[in-house]
Structure formats: structure tokens, C-alpha cells
């Protein structure tokens, strides 16, 4: 009798302890972009599905003393950046010179291994949705598409 409840405690145990084991574990977690920002620069990363059997980390740069976006993938193979492609948020964004401005960007996953980049603008109050992908002219390199391109406010009245 002694034998068998050390079997089952023993058998409990274990049970228990796989149980923790996957509550603990889980499911995958999602990959979060990792944004930072120093004086006037913002970067941020996000998956790019340049190939569909090979995705790769794309990192996006925004300049505010050019006024521009720029994004870049990782080869993979050899662990070098593919050229730059780049977007004027100046002339993007209607943005007037001189004015302030004050751009805040993040991405989000809108398929397994595409990000898309969120930018906004708080002055003119407008919201772009920006993608990253491989050139289309047989280049090597990636392009940035905008999809969208709307306001979320109005801007401020006199400007």
C-alpha cells in the first residue's frame, strides 16, 4: 500500500509539474518592435517577407533634419544592409518649411513576417501607413510603399 501512494505522488508530481511547465511556456510570444529615438532621429524594426521561405528584420530610420524615411532589410546570407530606400515626409506629409513638426512612428504585423510601419504627424494631424518590400524593377535592394495616407484631426486653425 506504501508503494502505491509514493507511485501516485510521484505520478502527481509530474503531472503537476508538465502543467507548469506549458502554463509557463505558453504559446510563441509575438516579436515587438524595438523603437528608439535620439535628437532628431526615430528607428524602429519590423519583419520584411522579401522572400516568402526567408524573412528578414527591416529597420526603418526617420530623419527629421532631412525630412525623410528611410528603410533597409538585413541580408541574411551575408549580414550586410541592402541599399536604402527612402520616402520625402516633407512633400508626403504637406509639411511647410519651417513649421514644427513632430512625427512619432511604430510597426505592427499585418501577416506572418510583414510589418507595417504606422507614421504620424501631430501638427498637420496626418496618419500614413507605410510597407517595406523588395524592389519590383529586378534590382537588388527594397522599396517603401505608402498605403494609406489620412487625417486623424483636423490641424490647428490658421495654418
Known amino acids: 500500500m506504501q508503494d502505491v501512494n509514493r507511485f501516485l505522488w510521484l505520478c502527481g ?21 524595438n523603437t528608439d529615438r535620439s535628437e532628431d532621429f526615430v528607428i524602429t524594426t519590423g ?7 526567408a ?3 527591416g529597420v526603418w530610420l526617420l530623419d527629421y533634419r532631412a525630412g525623410k524615411l528611410l528603410g533597409t532589410v538585413i541580408d541574411r ?6 541599399g536604402w530606400a527612402e520616402v520625402d515626409l516633407v512633400n ?12 512619432m512612428m511604430t ?3 499585418i501577416s506572418t513576417g510583414q510589418a507595417a ?3 504620424a504627424e501631430t501638427t498637420t494631424g496626418k496618419f500614413g501607413v507605410y510597407t517595406m518590400g523588395p524592389r519590383t524593377d529586378g534590382k ?20
Do not use: M, W
Not at 508530481?13 to 518592435?33: D, E, N, S
Not at 519583419?47 to 521561405?53: F, G, M, Q
Open 77 to 82: 546570407g551575408a549580414g550586410k544592409i541592402v
Open 55 to 57: 524573412p528578414t528584420d
Open 13 to 33: 508530481g509530474i503531472a503537476l509539474g508538465v502543467l507548469g511547465t506549458v502554463l509557463y511556456l505558453g504559446t510563441g510570444k509575438p516579436l515587438l518592435a
Open 107 to 109: 510597426t505592427g504585423n
Open 47 to 53: 519583419p520584411v517577407a522579401v522572400s516568402p521561405k
Open 92 to 103: 508626403e506629409f504637406q509639411v511647410q518649411p519651417k513649421q514644427p513638426v513632430h512625427f
Open 117 to 119: 510601419l504606422y507614421v
Open 140 to 159: 537588388a535592394g527594397v522599396v517603401i510603399r505608402r498605403h494609406d495616407l489620412v487625417l486623424f484631426r483636423q490641424p490647428p486653425q490658421g495654418n
